[in-house]
């Protein structure tokens, strides 16, 4: 079975790679995709996101690190994926992720949305939390992977 695990990864944070890392263990195949989103203004490029990404799941067989530009559904029909894999840190998150698992389920009957609870360490881990600690010179390091790390500073600096 293939899932999808779409975000804006922006930048991917020790959560999302802890819930990546335990997706692998349940599909055969975990395509991460780096979803644009009108909504936001990104850090970096889509293209250094699908680096970190890559760089730090090259570990994880069965993980492939992709990027697109539309409905989260159309891109999973695109990819044959059965799954869109989604993580869970607190209740808020439930309410809107539960609310667009309906909504795609009247894009895409055929494709299920499947929650993870983050682990406890990372419930209040989220990528806007790290850039604003990052931007005023505060530590990320147990936020996110060593290359991210690197990227940060180098931005920030």
């Known amino acids: 079975m293939i899932a999808i695990y779409p975000g804006s990864f922006d930048p991917i944070t020790l959560g999302h790679l802890d819930i990546i890392e335990r997706g692998v263990v349940l599909f055969e195949k975990v395509i991460v995709t780096v979803m644009y989103n009108p909504n936001k203004r990104p850090l970096f490029p889509v293209e250094k996101r699908i680096e970190q990404i890559t760089k730090c799941t090259q570990h994880l067989p069965g993980v492939e690190v992709d990027s697109y530009k539309g409905l989260t559904v159309d891109y999973a029909k695109l990819r ?8 869970l ?3 808020s998150d439930f309410e809107k992720e539960l609310q667009m698992a309906h909504t795609n389920k009247t894009l895409a009957e055929d494709v299920q949305t499947i929650f993870l609870a983050t682990n406890k360490e990372y419930s209040f881990l989220s990528s806007s939390t790290v850039k604003e600690i990052a931007q005023f010179g505060g530590s990320v390091s147990h936020m996110v992977p060593e290359n991210v790390l690197r990227d940060l500073r180098e ?3």
Not at 80 to 87: H, T
């Open 80 to 87: 044959k994926a059965q799954v869109l894999l989604r993580g």
């Open 89 to 91: 840190r607190v209740l």
């Open 155 to 157: 931005y920030y600096r």
